[in-house]
């Protein structure tokens, strides 16, 4: 019997072994690319910055190693989008990829676009010079055989662009998604989102909040977004997905004894099981959102056609059928295929598309007696959807239509107070993500074990910390929420830590045009910057940086091939009324003031041309680094190790446009234990220096002493020779 029991144990430890090997064996890595632009010259957007910070946080405690710009220019954007590309192929197979792009998105030839801030759209076919296409990176993506890759565009919003000649169909075309991946977009193909005006987007909230469900699939979090986005849009936006993925995959694991999630996934799946027309208008309408296929839409009006939420998803039918004709349209790319189309939506939403391709090739717009039309896999469109899609782009909020707003769901709880009220991040970086409040992730809810934690990620590694991770201690707290630990530097460092690292093309380009200029002030896009100069239209909104500098205060970035123009190669401005008087890095009225500081409310006059006047200089004059005083005189004084003064209300700049400041020292972050201590503590241990004293002139007697002491004694005409 001992024998036998020994036996079975070794055979169960083998078999547990066997069915453990593959979990343990597994290391997936975690990449992702998140971009959000919304300084466009063609007309600013108000959240995808905001919205790209915050699923970039997102992702980083769920394990991705998350690389993200904001605001790129389509040079920025194609080089950021190469050092992902080849990130991804480094990263090896058991890499799952995550592509999130905010900001305008565009379509053509059924083609979907993503446009850059320096877009420069004047009609519908410059959408294919001046942006990029999403297909040339998802299908290498593709080809590059990882675990699954996700590719969210949220892009599907009111187009200002293309405004002459023939009009640019709306929203975002119907796409396939790839092998291994799932491709969602924000709005229904066809669709626009309504604009947004608060610090985040519907779309970007709600997919934050299910991917930190935890216990969801691919599909199950998409599905969860869209009903929620239905939900708190009143219907105005239907978000769609795609997915191919067959992996199984989950952003986090849920433990057993979790309270009940916010989707309740077993109301949901019984609802699939059963007819639309069982379930009553109300749940149905839920139902059909949720499965968010044609023919569930079509259940929904044969049960109820005469609800008022038929409209509605008469609607939502109305989109996905033009979709689909389109998609099959442009796969055909024959003069048949879109004269079919044209016969099937004369004013239709790519009726121009299709007059544009007939041209492209030689064919008439009208069709000859004797052509073929193509045959489509769905039916045409009844009289009752013409009206929704006689137009380049449907818009649900549209008052025309007159839809009444749709039911509550009741399988859906209540979004979380943490993101209804979570206030907007603070400015940050030339091209750096905003840093949002961060929200601990509830102690249920963890990471899967086998996710390789990515590397210097503090929010991964501090996902169930109570410490709210903000730069400001003066940013509001949602209700709700427990009080930050540790405010002070210390949270300030924590903040600059966790934001989320730049590609490194985007990060060179940085370097090049100003540096780093981390706590500078930023402007929203479209509100002005407190005493800044008003820009030129169509100028990118202020970056903080010198206003000598490209890419400062609304001044355009440089080009492709172009070199940035530094303050010595431009024209002096006069200084604004406006202007900030303390340079950044400056004395600040909450600091002691720092040695060779003017004491406050004092001003250095003016200096032309950076030079000591001829006959002497006034008291208070400094000759700045690098510029030689006239022949025969003497600088007033040399400045020492601090930093200069400004000058009319500007920093002092050296020989090549260069601050003359010294370099600064490395930032020295504080212990924890040293922010806990009372400022008296502080004060002693750092007491104030004093303050600057402009330079008095010498007495005359020791002048005169001076000038006999710089005579020279030898070598001149009737002085002795020198030795």
């Not at 296409?133 to 699954?148: E, N």
């Not at 044609?294 to 609800?307: I, V, W």
Request: glycine share 10%; net charge neutral; with cysteine.
């Amino acid at each position: 019997m001992k024998t036998i029991s020994k036996l079975l144990i070794v055979g169960f430890a083998l078999i547990s072994l066997a069915l453990a090997s593959p979990l343990l064996a597994e290391a997936e890595k975690r990449i992702a690319f998140v971009v959000g632009n919304a300084a466009y010259q063609a007309g600013p957007l108000a959240t995808p910055a905001n919205d790209a910070g915050l699923i970039a946080q997102t992702l980083q405690a769920a394990g991705f190693d998350v690389a993200g710009a904001r605001d790129l220019d389509g040079e920025a954007l194609r080089g950021a989008f190469r050092d992902f590309l080849e990130k991804t192929q480094a990263s090896g197979p058991d890499t799952v990829a995550f592509v999130y792009l905010g900001g305008y998105g565009a379509q053509l030839d059924g083609e979907n676009y993503f446009v850059p801030v320096d877009a420069k759209i004047a009609a519908a076919p410059d959408v294919a010079i001046e942006a990029l296409r999403v297909s040339d990176y998802t299908k290498r993506l593709a080809g590059l055989s990882i675990k699954a890759s996700f590719i969210v565009l949220d892009g599907a919003k009111v187009s200002p662009f293309a405004k002459s000649g023939q009009p640019l169909a709306g929203g975002l075309a119907l796409a396939d998604a790839e092998p291994n991946m799932l491709m969602a977009f924000n709005a229904a193909p066809g669709t626009a989102a309504p604009a947004e005006s608060g610090p985040y987007g519907a779309y970007a909230r709600a997919l934050a909040e299910m991917i930190r469900e935890g216990g969801l699939s691919p599909s199950e979090v998409f599905d969860g977004v869209r009903l929620r986005v239905n939900e708190e849009t009143k219907g105005a936006e239907v978000p769609w997905d795609t997915s191919r993925i067959s992996a199984p995959f989950v952003f986090f694991e849920r433990a057993a004894d979790a309270p009940p999630p916010s989707l309740a996934q077993d109301q949901v799946n019984a609802m699939r099981s059963r007819p639309l027309r069982d379930l009553g208008a109300q749940d149905a309408y839920a139902a059909a959102i949720e499965r968010d296929t044609l023919q569930g839409y079509e259940e929904f009006l044969a049960a109820y056609p005469s609800d008022p939420l038929a409209n509605r998803v008469r609607a939502l039918v109305a989109a996905r059928r033009e979709a689909m004709t389109w998609r099959r349209t442009c796969g055909g790319n024959t003069p048949d295929a879109y004269w079919s189309y044209l016969d099937r939506y004369p004013r239709g939403p790519h009726a121009a598309d299709a007059r544009r391709r007939l041209a492209t090739l030689a064919a008439p717009e009208e069709p000859p007696p004797s052509f073929a039309p193509i045959g489509y896999d769905i039916p045409p469109p009844p009289p009752a959807e013409i009206v929704y899609v006689d137009r380049p782009v449907l818009v649900f909020d549209n008052p025309e239509f007159g839809f009444v707003p749709p039911p509550p769901i009741v399988f859906l709880a209540p979004p979380p107070p943490y993101l209804v009220f979570l206030p907007p991040p603070p400015p940050f970086e030339l091209f750096v993500l905003p840093v949002p409040v961060f929200v601990p992730v509830p102690v249920w809810i963890n990471p899967p074990a086998y996710v390789v934690p990515p590397p210097g990620n503090v929010i991964f590694n501090n996902i169930h910390n109570t410490t709210i991770i903000k730069d400001r201690e003066h940013v509001p707290l949602a209700p709700g929420l427990p009080a930050a630990v540790g405010a002070g530097a210390g949270v300030a460092a924590a903040a600059i830590a966790a934001k989320v690292a730049l590609p490194p093309s985007v990060a060179r380009k940085a370097t090049l045009i100003g540096g780093s200029n981390s706590g500078l002030p930023e402007k929203t896009p479209g509100q002005p910057t407190p005493g800044a100069r008003p820009g030129k239209p169509g100028a990118l909104p202020s970056t903080g940086l010198p206003p000598g500098l490209p890419g400062g205060n609304g001044k355009p970035l440089p080009g492709p091939g172009e070199k940035p123009v530094g303050p010595a190669q431009q024209k002096p401005q006069p200084a604004s009324p406006g202007a900030l008087r303390n340079p950044p890095g400056g004395p600040s009225p909450n600091k002691p003031p720092a040695a060779h500081a003017l004491p406050s409310g004092q001003q250095l006059p003016p200096l032309p041309g950076g030079q000591v006047a001829p006959g002497g200089a006034k008291p208070g004059r400094i000759t700045p680094p690098g510029v030689l005083p006239p022949p025969g005189q003497q600088p007033l004084n040399k400045p020492s190790g601090g930093q200069l003064p400004p000058q009319n209300g500007r920093p002092r700049s050296g020989p090549n446009g260069k601050p003359a400041v010294p370099a600064p020292s490395p930032a020295i972050v504080p212990k924890p234990q040293q922010l806990q201590q009372p400022p008296q503590q502080l004060q002693q241990r750092h007491p104030p220096q004093p303050a600057y004293q402009p330079p008095r002139p010498p007495p005359p007697q020791q002048q005169q002493q001076q000038q006999q002491q710089q005579k020279p004694t030898c070598g001149l005409p009737g002085l002795p020779p020198c030795h």
